[in-house]
């Protein structure tokens, strides 16, 4: 069983121009890359993955390409399968685990707002209740695109009846002090932070990981806080993660992310699925600008 702990790029679905269809084949290049560059797993179908943008086949299709293609079985594969539907949760994440997952993160239902702890629970119930024993399943706290945030008393409750299932959280909110909560408040689970700009404090803190969109190209750069042996260090690899992501903020994600993929990386053009919307050729030549000034490679 892979470990689920360190670096885990949150990947890049690849699309065909107008994302008409995942173009699979790509995959594969970009799972070897980012092994050669260090990672030790990857997240699939999340935010920087589009997910919620693919229909339910096309989830499946990702999640056996993904372990189809992936280098080795040590590189660990979290796949997300959150949906605003119950039963297509439930059946996405068993059809994750059966193919070879080591792991699922679940976003809460993301249509409905101001739900209660009470209905978020019963969901998260529903769902762990169907899961093989064994099976890791990690919550997904991103409040400002969710529009839902997780409590403690869901935690709570989660790990009152499903203590073998409940493995960890992903927290990207973006905010120190609920970060610093959870991993206070739940030494048994596994916290990764999910924030780029709080890679060196959530390692401080005691986070296993980080969940990175950033790691898409750069996975030794978020993977460098782990080792750092001083604050001074820390402090210094942090800073080099945030030159990188002003520099990413600047333009569309996850559209930036495919650029440098093939401007840094080698991989073939790829693009983003409608609503979101590629690069302009003149975002484009800027950010080649940009990342040639930086001295990024």
Known sequence: MASLAGTFPAIVTPFTPRGREVDFDWIGGHLAYLRRRGADGVLALGSNG??????LTERKQVVDAVLRQRPDDSLAVMVHSGCAALPETVELSNYALERGA???LIVPPFYFKDISDEGLLAYYESVLAELPPGARAFLYNVPQISGVAISHAVL???LQ????RLAGLKDTSGHLPTLQGYVQSYPSLSIFCGSDGLVAEGYRLGTVG???????VFPDLIGAPADARSQPERDA???AIDRVRGLARSYPTPSVLKHLLRILAGLPQTYVRPPLRDLTPQDAAELERRTRELGLE
């Open 102 to 104: 080591d792991a699922l």
């Open 156 to 158: 709570d409750g989660l």
């Open 50 to 55: 589009e997910g919620p943008s693919l229909s």
């Open 237 to 239: 690899a942090q800073a």
């Open 210 to 216: 980080c969940i990175s969109g950033i790691a898409n």
């Open 161 to 164: 009846r499903f203590p073998d």
